[in-house]
Structures are given as C-alpha cells and as structure tokens.
C-alpha cells in the first residue's frame, strides 16, 4: 500500500466541489441532497459563496423564482444550476440575463443527471436540454428578424458595446461590468442606453440575444 509522506494512506484526492441546495419544500430539497452526497467530489455547504454551485429546484418560473437565481449569480457569486418543471417562451431569454450555467428538467432529474450538471456548471461552462435549447434558437431568430425589419441589425456593435453585453451574457451586474472593463457604472449605463436605442431594443436580455445571433459573444 502507498503511503504518504505525512504518514497518512495515499489516496486519488480530486478537488471538491461547494454546492448549496435551494427548493420551494423541503422533502425536495432532502431528495437533492440524497443524491448529490453520494458522490465524493461535492461538498454540500449550507451557505453559498463566490465558486460555489448553487443548485436551484422550481416548480416553475416567477418574479421570486428569478429573484433568487439573480442572487446567487450576482450577489453571492456562485454558478447557478436550475432544476425546473417548465419554462414558458417569454422567459427563455430572462434566465440568459440571469446568467443560469445549467438547466435540467424535473422529469430528468435522476442523481447521475444533476452531477453531471453540477460539474459543468463548476467547470465555468453551461448546457441546456435539447428541446430549449431549439425553443432558444427559434426566439433568437424571431428577434433578429423582427430587429431587421426595424433596420437596425446592420449598424452592428463597437467593441465596447460587445465587451459590455459579453458580461451581461454572464449574470453579471451594471457595477460588476464597470469593474471589469474599468469603466464608471455611469459609463456602462451609457453604453447600454446608447445600443439599446439606437439598435431599437427593447432591454438587456433582447441586447443579448441580437448579439448572441450576430455573433459578437
């Protein structure tokens, strides 16, 4: 047997992941927290924090719903995984600006499917199920059509334009955006007025989407 230096056995020591639980019951919660503590890599903490994955498990889609998944992004600063029953056309683009890494359907959430969206969530990069990620696509078509028939898919986006919404693609707030590029939130509320009106988007998540469909982020 393999010991180590310390004394102690050797062992295959794979770096762990901090993962918090959120439902709206607690017999839910308890069903998550089964089986996520099955697998040795997750950690399951009681408070979220910055590199946590914070998993979220909703009925369905609401004001409260959303509020939540905004904070965990923004506020606590974990990557968000969303366990959901539904999700209605109108809100496809809200959970892009929320800036959600992973969503998985209550139907499918088996223990193996919810770590494997654990892992990519942690891994920084983002999955989504088949069917909306085409009900996604589809809606993203609709806006740049309807933004076409405007005339404003041709003026394009500067540079700076597109670093801002690349960092609203990522759940990140005005103050967080004037952070990383070392703006002034005055200077990021600008740039964002100055897109949205003169490419005649209705908000951040229709700026995102025209973006995401002209291939800037």
Known sequence: MLIQRS????????????????????????????QLRREPEIELREEPGPG???LLIEEGLDEDAFARLRRAVRSEGSRAV??????????LLDLIECGVRAVVWRREATGPRLVQAVRVAARGEG???ADLLGRLISQVGTL????????GT???????????LRLVAEGLDTGEIAGKLSYSER????????LTTRLHL??????????LRQGYI
Do not use: C, F, Q, W
């Open 202 to 211: 209705r908000n951040r998540a229709h700026a995102v989407a025209y973006a």
């Open 127 to 129: 999955e989504l199920p």
């Open 144 to 151: 740049h059509r309807g933004n076409g028939a405007a005339g």
């Open 7 to 34: 004394g102690t056995p050797a062992h295959d020591v794979r770096e762990r992941i901090a993962v918090t639980v959120t439902a709206s019951d607690p017999l839910t919660r308890e069903g998550a927290v089964s």
């Open 187 to 194: 200077t990021v509320k600008n740039v964002m007025h100055g």
């Open 82 to 91: 969303l366990v959901v029953g539904a999700v209605r056309e109108s809100e």
């Open 154 to 164: 041709t003026l394009g986006l500067a540079p700076r334009e597109a670093d801002v």
């Open 52 to 54: 946590s994955v914070a």
